[in-house]
């Protein structure tokens, strides 16, 4: 089994300008063939900006490189886009799901509240990232709820692919926001997506944290330290943190 660690989506911020971050989606050999853990924005993105491109483009430094899609990375790594049978999204804003159409093929994972709200009027503010014209293709999904299920302490979902994986609710920065678990063997990989700031640096502001991200980042930041056989990552991750190489199971560092 191995992980490959993917940067979708380069975005740092102007001020401070030593903030240089990439949007991480994992791409995930299992049983059932590739499973990619959210997308990036799409090939279609780089190339026709949506208007919420535009806007962090003003906010923020975004080169915008096409071969950063993850349709792009993935035939790289000598895949077929077709080897993505499945695709699972922490949540659907345009920087996590964007490359649906680009894997048309694919069922897609998320919980219900997720796809609820993005479906939904907009009731906040970080509704305004959602961005309809990514399922347009109309993709087959694969909706979840709660079952009372728990990986450690944490409300749990398992999902249906071997290494053993599990659907995180840790709803706050949009109302369906998950976290994705995977049983790397031994160890595991808890992707807690956009819960909690750059790999949980202590150096982002708490208000900056609870205002865009949610309430969770204080118990994540416990449970890792009082884990430390699970490796956590967040759904941006500095730049610098990006391996040159997958990640093999048994291997997680």
Known sequence: MTIHFLNCFTCSARIPSNWRSGALCLLVETNDGLVLVDTGPGADDYLHKTAIVRAFRVITKVPLNPEQAALRQVVRLGYSP??????????????????????PHASVHVHAREYEAFQGPPRRWTDLAYVRRHIAHKPRFVLY???????????????????????????????????????????????????????????????????????????????????????????HMWLESFPANPLQAGQVA
């Open 82 to 103: 077709q080897d993505v049978r499945h695709i699972v999204l922490t949540h659907m804003h345009f920087d996590h799901c964007g490359g649906l159409p680009d894997f």
């Open 145 to 235: 709820r709660d079952l009372g299920e728990r990986w450690f302490d944490f409300s749990a979902i398992r999902l249906p692919f071997e290494p053993e994986m599990w659907l995180i609710p840790l709803f706050g920065h949009t109302r369906g926001q998950c976290g994705v678990a995977v049983n790397t063997n031994p160890g595991w990989l808890f992707h807690v997506a956009d819960a909690a700031a750059m790999e949980l640096d202590e150096s982002v502001p708490p208000w900056m944290v609870r205002l865009v991200l949610g309430p969770h980042a204080d118990r994540l930041r416990h449970f890792r330290d009082a884990h430390p056989e699970v490796r956590m990552t967040t759904g």
